[in-house]
C-alpha cells in the first residue's frame, strides 16, 4: 500500500526506492530505530521514544519538499521482501550543489547480498544525473569496515579521518568518522560503475541521460538545478 501512496522514484532489478511516509512510522520504528545493531552502522544517538515522535518526523518530511529542509529520504523496498532499508540525500547545499549520502539495510542478512550496492547505484543516478549535483560525500563510523570497503569500490575516495568527532552513548566512548567523497567528475569517470550499472539498472548511469521513470508509477518534475522538486 506504501508504495502506491508514494511514488517510486527510482526502479533496479530487484529493488526500488520512494520517499518515506507517515505510515511507515511503525515499520521504522520497529526495523530501524529500535534495532541498536543497525542504528550504530546508519545513525548512532538517534533513538526517537515512540512510533508517534516517527511519524510526526515523517509527517514533517512530508510538508516540506526536501530542497527546503535539505534532506530527502527513501524507502528500500525489495519486489518480494518488502521494505529492507533506508537511503538518504542529507544536508543538501543548493549553492555547492552538495549532499550527505547515507544507507542502511535492516537484516544483516540481506547486506551480504547485492542489496546495498544495487540501491546505492539508483542513489548516485539520481544525485548526478536527476539532481545535478556537483558533489557527494558520506561518512562511517571507524568500525563500520564493510561500508568504507562499499564506498571504496564504488570510487568514493577517502578525504580524511575526524578524530573522536562522535559520541557512541550506547559504549560511552568517542568514535571516529572516515569522510568519503566524489564529485561529478570522479563519477563520470569511474570505470567500475558502468558495468556494475549496466547489470543491476540496465543502463551506464555514469553517462548523462535522463533518469527512466517506472511506467507504473507517476514520474517526477526534476529539475536540473541540483534542487529536490516533486509534482
Not at 548512532?44 to 527546503?68: C, I, K, T, Y
Not at 568504507?148 to 560511552?172: A, I, P, W, Y
Request: charged letters at 20%; aromatic letters at 10%; proline letters at 6%.
Amino acid at each position: 500500500m506504501n508504495s502506491i501512496l508514494a511514488p517510486t522514484l527510482h526502479q533496479g532489478r530487484s529493488l526500488f526506492l520512494r520517499r518515506t511516509i507517515p505510515s511507515d512510522a511503525p515499520l521504522l520504528y520497529q526495523r530501524a530505530y529500535q534495532n541498536l545493531e543497525f542504528m550504530r552502522l546508519f545513525r548512532l544517538n538517534d533513538r526517537p521514544a515512540d512510533v508517534e515522535e516517527v511519524r510526526s518526523r515523517l509527517e514533517n518530511l512530508q510538508q516540506q519538499p526536501p530542497d527546503s529542509i535539505g534532506y530527502l529520504e527513501l524507502m528500500i523496498v525489495h519486489q518480494q521482501h518488502g521494505a529492507i532499508g533506508m537511503v538518504a540525500l542529507s544536508d543538501y547545499a543548493a549553492l555547492h550543489r552538495r549532499a550527505e549520502f547515507l544507507i542502511g539495510l535492516f537484516d544483516e542478512d540481506h547486506r551480504h547480498a547485492s542489496y546495498g550496492l544495487e540501491a546505492s547505484l539508483m542513489t548516485l543516478d539520481l544525485a548526478f544525473n536527476a539532481y545535478a549535483l556537483n558533489r557527494v560525500y558520506a561518512y562511517t563510523y571507524a568500525y563500520n569496515q564493510p561500508a568504507q570497503k562499499g564506498l571504496t569500490s564504488l570510487g568514493f575516495l577517502l578525504e580524511g579521518v575526524l578524530v573522536e568527532h562522535v559520541f557512541d552513548r550506547s559504549t560511552e566512548r568517542f568514535v571516529n568518522l572516515h569522510c568519503y567523497g566524489m564529485t561529478g567528475q570522479q563519477f563520470r569517470q569511474a570505470q567500475r560503475l558502468a558495468p556494475l550499472s549496466k547489470r543491476l539498472l540496465k543502463r551506464d548511469i555514469t553517462q548523462p541521460t535522463p533518469v527512466p521513470q517506472p511506467q507504473t508509477t507517476p514520474p517526477p518534475q526534476f529539475i536540473k538545478s541540483g534542487t529536490f522538486r516533486w509534482s
